[in-house]
């Protein structure tokens, strides 16, 4: 059997191959480290136990939906209390609970975000406490 | 009248005391900067009703008197565009043929003419606005508030459309940069969303009035609970001969003017 122009087909078969395998050769060996998140505010300095809500495992995988519940909760059932697992009620506020004692949004929030690529947009709307123009 | 020195020392003690009186009696209400553990207690002694409600006291309301609008711009950060196509409004003043269309003839008096009344969101009890929402961004709570979830909003303005009071403004800008002093306590909007007022439901579940009502010297507005006999508003409206905004269109307005 013959192949009939064979050098422009075994090209483009190489070139295929490397194109389809490119996202896993590309960039190999290269480290993406972590992002290093800080708690080092003053509110969370304050804290006599530092804890968060709810544990941190539970906080860093599922804040988003503990939010969204917030939200719908705070707009539309008017639920401003949240009572955590372990009995302690916190405000349902983005700006004044979270952000309060989490007040260096850049090195807590952004960074995280900017290493998964998440772009939430609650910031649009709700205000960054020392951002304001006062 | 002589003034001896005991005298003096007298009301000089009084005057402090009386000085000092609210902020001992009542200190979360004082103070402009709660604590977050003040402000969750505040949470605690929400204002309830079975259906909130305005009275506008016409006749007391003073004819350049914006103190309402001012006071409730800069609470929920209303930004000012410097432009009456793009003006967003939760409270503003409307003169009497614009109020109340088809109520006024070339007889009128100057008085009435002239006159400006303060116009808002009506919080209807058959609010049209909530009808016709397709995300139910736009929806009507236990207590008569038809209230704004802004997070649902995808800026379709069928509610500004739907809303016979014109009382919906809508974001054709980011407002932010607009804002004169953004209050931190208030979430700003966003471009592509409409706003209006919310009878001031985050103050009531701190268990306090709503702005314009609090910022009126004058008492001219009165708010409270409809269903309520007891309540001040609904025994004013009661007593005395008073106009809801186009009632005729089914909406039941719930601010009543007392004319």
């Known amino acids: ?134 | 009248m002589t003034s001896n020195r005991r005298e003096f020392l007298k009301i000089a003690g009084a005057s402090t005391l009386a000085l000092l009186a609210p902020a001992i009696l009542c200190p979360a209400r004082t103070r402009g900067n709660l604590s977050a553990a003040e402000q969750k207690s505040s949470l605690l002694h929400p204002l309830t009703a079975k259906r909130w409600a305005l009275a506008v006291d016409h006749a007391k309301c003073s004819a350049d008197c914006t103190d309402c609008i001012t006071a409730c711009h800069r609470i929920h950060n209303v930004p000012d565009f410097h432009n009456p196509k793009d003006e967003i409004k939760w409270i503003w003043t409307e003169p009497f043929s614009a109020v109340f269309p088809g109520e006024n003839h070339p007889y009128q008096g100057q008085a009435v003419q002239k006159m400006r009344l303060p116009v808002l969101c009506n919080h209807c009890a058959n609010p049209p606005c909530v009808r016709v929402c397709p995300t139910k961004a736009t929806f009507q709570r236990r207590d008569g508030i038809v209230m704004m979830d802004y997070h649902r909003c995808i800026g379709c303005r069928l509610c500004m459309a739907a809303c016979p009071y014109g009382a919906r403004s809508m974001n054709y800008r980011d407002p932010r940069p607009f804002i004169a002093g953004i209050n931190p306590d208030f979430p700003t909007r966003t471009k592509g969303v409409v706003e209006k007022c919310n009878f001031c439901e985050e103050r009531l579940a701190r268990g306090l009035r709503p702005a314009c009502v609090d910022a009126c010297k004058q008492k001219a507005l009165v708010f409270g609970d409809v269903e309520n006999p007891q309540a001040e508003v609904r025994q004013l409206i009661e007593k005395r001969f008073n106009l809801r905004r186009r009632a005729n269109l089914g909406t039941k307005p719930q601010i009543y003017y007392i004319l």
Not at chain 1, 63 to 75: D, I, Q, S, Y
Not at chain 1, 114 to 126: I, L, R, T, V
């Open chain 1, 1 to 134: 059997m013959k192949l009939y122009n064979g050098g422009i087909i075994i090209t483009g078969i190489v070139i295929f191959a490397l194109l389809i395998t490119f996202p896993f050769w590309w960039g190999k060996g290269e480290k993406n480290p972590a992002p290093v998140l800080s708690v080092d505010t003053p509110a969370i300095n304050q804290l006599p136990d530092k804890r968060c809500l709810e544990d941190a495992s539970f906080m860093r995988k599922n804040h988003m939906k503990l939010l969204n519940t917030w939200r719908e909760g705070a707009v539309r059932e008017g639920q401003r209390l949240y009572t955590a697992t372990d009995g302690r009620s916190f405000e349902v506020s983005l700006t004044g609970t979270c952000l309060h004692c989490h007040s260096n949004k850049d090195q807590f929030c952004d960074r995280c975000h900017n290493y998964m690529g998440a772009k939430p947009n609650c910031f649009s709307c709700h205000i960054i406490p020392g951002e304001v123009n006062k």
